[in-house]
């Protein structure tokens, strides 16, 4: 098969494009330039290593559309966004995708640390991801997204994979991309400074109050895109105790903080895409595992449909710091995604 491979110039999508070489496809690298930081030097180093060609297809327009005024509008609502989903959806394979059909290659391929499932006959078939056999590494959660006309070109070299077995292995081979760090977390802001990023481009987010559960002030804040629901360090407020961010309300400008991060069994998702299975009817009910966050482990769940395409969740056992903005993805078989949403309301009873 002829398949173009996303390179970022790190370990995982040499390796990726390395393996696919050893099965005896005919491959060709691709760099989609999102942004002044977009490795692409590193990308072609790591082409060159392996003998393969490279294309460099310029996306950064379709960036800034896409990723970065929803990352900006969801700081300044009082949430927390995660921009690689949404890059990834909307920008990154749905531009590799559609570079791959305008040249005539067969399928798409990345090294994320995930699965792409076939599920069902005929028909009846779906495409769905899947838990990456290195769970320490396993990028499911970040793929939630991506719908099954995508899903059923991708290839996911690495998904059966261990990371510290590809560096070996890379090493071995001379590779350059072998010691590479792995990528930072918002490839666009390198430095790590997301509130300086937002104001410079939309002016500074004014100060307020932190409040406690009452309402009383405590103290001053800086700005609420600085903060995020479970926070505890940095907030410049003494309290002769430990201290946690337990809700952000962006009409008021208010922050509240508690001595005790309340515990959280039901919130509210929108922003409703199934991959696994077909979509809920309102009232449904559907058992499963899910994952509030990024790290966080799989917790068992039952997931309600409710009118206008929302869910309403219930988690077996409480979870803390369930921030809006953030998504949850379910999985069926603790492994596969049956879908993911973004949280919208944090537990009813308490906000």
Request: proline share 4%; net charge negative; charged share 25%.
């Given at each position: 098969m002829r398949i173009l491979v996303g390179m970022s110039g790190g370990i995982d999508s040499?390796?990726?494009?390395?393996?696919?070489?050893?099965?005896?496809?005919?491959?060709?690298?691709?760099?989609?330039?999102?942004?002044?930081?977009?490795?692409?030097?590193?990308?072609?180093?790591?082409?060159?290593?392996?003998?393969?060609?490279?294309?460099?297809?310029?996306?950064?327009?379709?960036?800034?559309?896409?990723?970065?005024?929803?990352?900006?509008?969801?700081y300044k609502k009082g949430r927390t966004p995660n921009p690689c989903i949404i890059c990834n959806s909307d920008v990154k394979f749905r531009a590799l995708l559609d570079l791959a059909d305008e040249l005539g290659f067969d399928m798409i391929a990345t090294g994320h640390y995930a699965k792409v499932a076939r599920l069902g006959e005929g028909d009846?078939?779906?495409?769905?991801?899947?838990?990456?056999?290195?769970?320490?590494?396993?990028?499911?959660?970040?793929?939630?997204?991506?719908?099954?006309?995508?899903?059923?070109?991708?290839?996911?070299?690495?998904?059966?994979?261990?990371k510290e077995q590809i560096r070996t292995d890379a090493r071995l081979l001379g590779i350059a991309a072998a010691?590479?760090?792995?990528?930072?977390?918002?490839?666009?802001?390198?430095?790590?400074?997301?509130?300086?990023?937002?104001?410079?481009?939309?002016?500074?987010?004014?100060?307020?109050?932190?409040?406690?559960?009452?309402?009383?002030?405590?103290?001053?804040?800086?700005?609420?895109?600085?903060?995020?629901?479970?926070?505890?360090?940095?907030?410049?407020?003494?309290?002769?105790?430990?201290?946690?961010?337990?809700?952000?309300?962006?009409?008021?400008?208010?922050?509240?903080?508690e001595h005790e991060m309340p515990e959280c069994r039901t919130f509210v998702l929108s922003d409703v895409r199934y991959s696994g299975i077909a979509p809920l009817r309102e009232g449904e009910v559907l058992s499963a595992y899910v994952k509030i966050r990024y790290q966080a482990p799989l917790r068992r769940c039952a997931v309600r449909a409710l009118a206008g395409g929302e869910v309403e969740v219930t988690l077996e056992e409480g979870a803390r710091a369930i921030?809006?903005?953030?998504?949850?993805?379910?999985?069926?078989?603790?492994?596969?995604?049956?879908?993911?949403?973004?949280?919208?309301?944090?537990?009813?009873?308490?906000?």
């Amino acid at each position: 098969m002829r398949i173009l491979v996303g390179m970022s110039g790190g370990i995982d999508s040499t390796y990726a494009a390395l393996k696919l070489i050893r099965e005896g496809h005919s491959v060709t690298g691709a760099v989609l330039r999102m942004h002044p930081y977009t490795e692409t030097a590193a990308a072609e180093e790591s082409c060159r290593d392996l003998g393969i060609p490279i294309i460099v297809k310029d996306v950064e327009a379709l960036f800034n559309e896409r990723v970065i005024p929803n990352f900006i509008s969801e700081y300044k609502k009082g949430r927390t966004p995660n921009p690689c989903i949404i890059c990834n959806s909307d920008v990154k394979f749905r531009a590799l995708l559609d570079l791959a059909d305008e040249l005539g290659f067969d399928m798409i391929a990345t090294g994320h640390y995930a699965k792409v499932a076939r599920l069902g006959e005929g028909d009846e078939q779906r495409w769905a991801i899947s838990r990456a056999a290195d769970l320490a590494k396993d990028q499911s959660y970040m793929l939630w997204r991506l719908p099954e006309e995508i899903l059923c070109r991708l290839i996911l070299p690495l998904g059966d994979m261990a990371k510290e077995q590809i560096r070996t292995d890379a090493r071995l081979l001379g590779i350059a991309a072998a010691d590479r760090a792995d990528s930072q977390e918002i490839c666009f802001i390198p430095d790590g400074d997301y509130a300086s990023y937002i104001e410079n481009r939309v002016g500074v987010c004014p100060e307020g109050d932190f409040v406690d559960r009452d309402g009383r002030v405590i103290a001053r804040h800086k700005g609420i895109i600085r903060y995020t629901v479970g926070q505890r360090k940095g907030l410049g407020v003494a309290a002769g105790a430990r201290i946690f961010v337990t809700d952000i309300d962006p009409e008021t400008n208010r922050i509240r903080l508690e001595h005790e991060m309340p515990e959280c069994r039901t919130f509210v998702l929108s922003d409703v895409r199934y991959s696994g299975i077909a979509p809920l009817r309102e009232g449904e009910v559907l058992s499963a595992y899910v994952k509030i966050r990024y790290q966080a482990p799989l917790r068992r769940c039952a997931v309600r449909a409710l009118a206008g395409g929302e869910v309403e969740v219930t988690l077996e056992e409480g979870a803390r710091a369930i921030a809006k903005g953030q998504s949850a993805v379910f999985y069926i078989e603790g492994s596969i995604v049956l879908g993911g949403f973004i949280n919208s309301i944090a537990d009813p009873s308490h906000v």
